[in-house]
């Protein structure tokens, strides 16, 4: 005589399951987490991350909130977001584990030399920000994204393209990534590319001086009469005087076309 063991239904399908999920899968750890921040007037808002997305909105209210997602990583991620409070800052940065935990002002970023690695656990970052609050993003490993406001913004980043939609004043700066920004045209704005384009647009009350650099890649526009030149070897140069040519727009490519439009 012999007897049959049946495996309940349920617990077969997790099993198949799981051989079905690509290797390292099972383990990945995933976290949420929400802040809210009373702002007061005159107060700077700088978003930090190393690697993960950021992106930057208006709200209509007087508090910054904010959303932070981490993925990726094997292990508990630990408290993904944190705020600090200097003088006429607030502070909000993106943590990963390792990361020191000092109050100095700054994020400090030293998840890289532990077990864990910046490539591997990300954190997406979206805040936003009441009207009036002016905006500085710093990125590594990710895009930039700042869009619908109506206060100064300024994006730094290494590996990711940065958008910038705003009714005041625009800097951005990244090596690996195409920088794309609507802005008053102002005031005085910059904005630097190694590898990737840059496409400005202003208003057709813009008021500013443009001086645009490319060594490798050209320079159009829409809207405004240039007067270009080519470099004597390689190189392009173009200016334009936008209005009563106040302000000062300032554009340098390496690998990269250039272009603006007004309208």
Do not use: W
């Not at 443009?210 to 809207?223: H, V, Y």
């Not at 270009?228 to 076309?257: C, K, W």
């Amino acid at each position: 005589m012999f007897s049959t063991r049946r495996v309940p239904l349920l617990a077969a399908l997790a099993l198949g399951a799981a051989f079905a999920l690509p290797a390292g899968s099972l383990a990945e750890q995933t976290r949420d987490v929400d802040l809210r921040e009373p702002l007061a007037a005159g107060t700077t808002i700088e978003v930090d991350d190393v690697n993960g997305s950021i992106a930057v909105d208006a709200t209509s209210g007087r508090d910054v909130t904010v959303h932070a997602h981490a993925s990726g990583g094997d292990t508990d991620p630990g408290p993904v977001v944190r705020t600090i409070k200097s003088g006429n800052r607030l502070v909000i940065c993106a943590v990963f584990p390792g990361d020191d935990s000092d109050q100095s002002g700054t994020c400090s970023h030293h998840g890289h030399s532990g077990p864990y690695h910046h490539d591997r656990l990300r954190v997406d970052l979206r805040v936003s920000v009441p009207s009036g609050a002016p905006v500085v993003a710093r990125n590594v490993n990710g895009s930039i994204k700042a869009t619908g406001l109506d206060a100064a913004v300024d994006a730094t980043g290494v590996s990711g393209g940065i958008v910038i939609r705003t009714s005041a004043t625009a800097n951005a700066s990244t090596v690996n990534g195409s920088i794309q920004a609507r802005f008053s045209g102002r005031g005085d704005s910059k904005f630097n590319a190694v590898n990737g384009a840059v496409d400005l647009m202003v208003p057709k009350d813009a008021d500013a001086t443009f001086t645009a650099e490319s060594l490798n890649g050209a320079i159009s526009a829409d809207g405004v009469e240039l007067s270009a030149q080519n470099g004597s070897f390689v190189g392009h140069t173009a200016n334009a005087t936008l209005g009563g040519g106040h302000g000062r727009i300032a554009v340098h490519t390496v690998n990269g076309t250039i272009h603006l439009e007004r309208r």
